[in-house]
């Protein structure tokens, strides 16, 4: 098991250590959990840009915006068709 020292503002810290004992979690459960859980929504945020996700989400926001546009556009007929009655 490898040690990792961190430095830690002393506000930052007390925080820490006082939200660790009201759950009545070890500070070292708790930084371990952190990290563990940094590392994998890192992971999985390089998962996602290596798939072209992003730019599939790209290619379809212009689209989108049109259709989205069109909506509002049908959307305020209908109103000013609903109020006329």
Same mark, same amino acid.
């Given at each position: 098991? /490898? /040690?990792?020292? #961190?430095?830690?503002? $002393? ?7 006082? *939200? ?11 930084? /371990?959990?952190?990290? =563990?859980?940094?590392l994998?929504?890192?992971?999985? =945020?390089?998962? #996602? &840009?290596? &798939?072209?996700? &992003? ?9 989108d915006?049109? #259709? ?5 556009? $049908?959307?305020?007929? $209908?109103? /000013?068709? *609903? $109020?006329?009655?």
């Amino acid at each position: 098991m /490898t /040690t990792v020292a #961190l430095e830690l503002e $002393d506000a930052l810290a007390s925080q820490f250590v006082r *939200a660790c004992r009201a759950e009545g979690h070890g500070e070292r459960e708790v930084a /371990t959990g952190l990290l =563990r859980r940094y590392l994998e929504v890192e992971e999985l =945020r390089r998962r #996602l &840009t290596e &798939t072209g996700l &992003t730019k599939l989400y790209e290619s379809l926001a212009a689209e989108d915006v049109m #259709l989205a546009e069109s909506g509002l556009g $049908d959307y305020q007929c $209908d109103l /000013t068709r *609903a $109020d006329q009655r």
